[in-house]
């Protein structure tokens, strides 16, 4: 673990000089956040195992564990962080120190309560700490960032501070309108990130095509959001085999359906490069994430 964060270290100062002929001055990571309108639609398997699709597509990822009460992300990788983002500052601990080796190369940072204390920090240590995160612009193509489940003002605050959003549901009626509750409620916050739609756990495409249809219409009618069909995934026993081994999906059974599915949404996302907005990054995530805190 020690010769993994090493190596992150080296990339992380290496990258963060000007004069890099890897990195754009100009380069940005794209933060997405993941999230849903309620909780057990498999959110936190899919963010897992996007990263680990986009990480196959040679991009580099980090996922952040934003879920103030479980920490899946943990669960779903298989691996145990021993600290969060609150460390960078308790500890006197650097960026490389804190993160999570993970399969592929992605990088895995819990964050927990310890982001909210972010707003109670003076100006210097807060600069500290989200100079620290930002870090990561020069080395990670995507950051996803994985919320807990619900609507809450919590969950809300990383999904209008994102990049783009990933709104995941299921085809079972309360799972639709709790997705469309969360549409609802960015909306009422005026967010101005993309939303993207996945259908997961389908059984057929008819059934996948029949929930966008729905949330894409009434969205577009009442709130005049309109929302992007970024795809679907096939429901797949291999799925939970995966969580009862913590052994991811795509390393486990990289042939089941629902992998291929989640490579080819990996595929799309990647085709949609060019955003509507340039990416802000860490730094511009963080600061209008606290905008919303306060």
Same mark, same amino acid.
């Given at each position: 673990?020690?010769?993994?964060?090493?190596?992150?270290?080296?990339?992380?100062? $290496?990258? =963060?000089?000007?004069?890099?002929?890897?990195?754009?001055?100009?380069?940005? =990571?794209?933060?997405?956040?993941?999230? =849903?309108?309620?909780?057990?639609?498999?959110?936190?398997?899919?963010?897992?195992?996007?990263?680990?699709?986009?990480?196959?597509?040679?991009?580099?990822?980090?996922?952040?564990?934003?879920?103030?009460?479980?920490?899946?992300?943990?669960?779903?990788?298989?691996?145990?962080?021993?600290?969060?983002?609150?460390?960078?500052?308790?500890?006197?601990?650097?960026?490389?120190?804190?993160?999570?080796?993970?399969?592929?190369?992605?990088?895995?940072?819990?964050?927990?309560?310890?982001?909210?204390?972010?707003?109670?920090?003076?100006?210097?240590?807060?600069? $500290?700490?989200?100079?620290?995160?930002?870090?990561?612009?020069?080395?990670?193509?995507?950051?996803?960032?994985?919320?807990?489940?619900?609507?809450?003002?919590?969950?809300?605050?990383?999904?209008?501070?994102?990049?783009?959003?990933?709104?995941?549901?299921?085809?079972?009626?309360?799972?639709?309108?709790?997705?469309?509750?969360?549409?609802?409620?960015?909306?009422?916050?005026?967010?101005?990130?993309?939303?993207?739609?996945?259908?997961?756990?389908?059984?057929?495409?008819?059934?996948?095509?029949?929930?966008?249809?729905?949330?894409?219409?009434?969205?577009?009618?009442?709130?005049?959001?309109?929302?992007? $069909?970024?795809?679907?995934?096939?429901?797949?026993?291999?799925?939970?085999?995966?969580?009862? =081994?913590?052994?991811?999906?795509?390393?486990?059974?990289?042939?089941?359906?629902?992998?291929?599915?989640?490579?080819?949404?990996?595929?799309?996302?990647? $085709?949609?490069?060019?955003?509507?907005?340039?990416?802000?990054?860490?730094?511009?995530?963080?600061?209008?994430?606290?905008?919303?805190?306060?």
């Amino acid at each position: 673990m020690s010769d993994q964060a090493e190596k992150l270290r080296q990339m992380t100062l $290496h990258s =963060s000089k000007p004069t890099s002929p890897i990195i754009k001055q100009s380069a940005k =990571s794209r933060v997405i956040t993941v999230t =849903s309108g309620k909780g057990g639609v498999g959110k936190t398997n899919f963010a897992v195992n996007l990263a680990l699709a986009l990480a196959a597509l040679n991009k580099k990822v980090l996922i952040i564990d934003a879920d103030l009460g479980m920490a899946n992300v943990e669960v779903v990788l298989g691996c145990s962080a021993s600290y969060t983002i609150l460390n960078l500052l308790e500890d006197g601990l650097k960026i490389t120190d804190i993160v999570t080796e993970g399969p592929r190369g992605i990088k895995f940072l819990a964050g927990g309560s310890g982001i909210y204390h972010l707003a109670n920090l003076s100006d210097a240590h807060l600069n $500290h700490i989200i100079g620290q995160i930002s870090l990561f612009d020069n080395w990670a193509d995507f950051i996803l960032i994985d919320t807990g489940a619900g609507i809450s003002r919590n969950v809300l605050n990383f999904v209008v501070a994102a990049d783009e959003v990933i709104i995941i549901t299921t085809p079972e009626p309360t799972a639709i309108t709790d997705a469309y509750a969360m549409v609802k409620a960015y909306a009422g916050q005026k967010g101005t990130a993309p939303l993207k739609l996945v259908i997961n756990r389908i059984v057929d495409r008819d059934e996948g095509q029949m929930v966008v249809d729905k949330l894409m219409r009434v969205s577009q009618r009442f709130l005049d959001v309109a929302i992007d $069909h970024l795809g679907y995934v096939y429901e797949d026993r291999n799925m939970v085999k995966a969580v009862k =081994s913590q052994i991811p999906l795509l390393i486990s059974f990289p042939e089941a359906i629902s992998s291929r599915c989640i490579e080819d949404i990996a595929k799309r996302i990647l $085709h949609g490069e060019n955003v509507q907005q340039k990416p802000r990054g860490m730094k511009g995530f963080f600061y209008k994430f606290l905008e919303y805190m306060k």
